[in-house]
């Protein structure tokens, strides 16, 4: 080995060994974190698609809430599941999502995604609402993930 490439490895090492110590060393544990909340997305997303209420608000922490853009807060997953059912029985009602960004940070992450939903005016024509959202997660104690905080909001 010349000493340039010794230098050049060094300088790698260091790089490695500060971003493993930035991050506590658990840079495979964030990325196995970030693909469970991105499957757990994917589950909740088909559930949805099936107009499924409770399989729905079953990702959701006893405790959560959802702040529905235009309606009142529903606290807690039976609230929420009120809200869903009624959301999801609305005529033409279609509803789909999808993470852009999730950050893990411990036992707690935070999700920025889109999505697209779709129901009837009074009318009968389809109305699209496209818009944005945040969505909290918290590390259950089996290791699995789910929503205390769901905050969509429109873009238009």
Known sequence: MTARSVATTTSLLSVLALAVAMT??????????????RAQAAAWNKSAVAKNANQFASFYTADANLLPPGAPMASGIDAIRKAVT??????GFSLTFGPDK???????????GHYTEIV?????KPQTANGKYVVVWAKQSDGSWKAVLDAPTTTQ
């Open 24 to 37: 506590g060393g658990r840079l495979g544990a964030q990325s196995a974190d970030e693909a469970a909340i």
């Open 86 to 91: 009624g959301l999801m029985a609305s005529p």
């Open 120 to 124: 009837n005016d009074k009318d009968g």
């Open 102 to 112: 999730i950050t893990v940070n411990g036992k707690l992450a935070y999700e920025i």
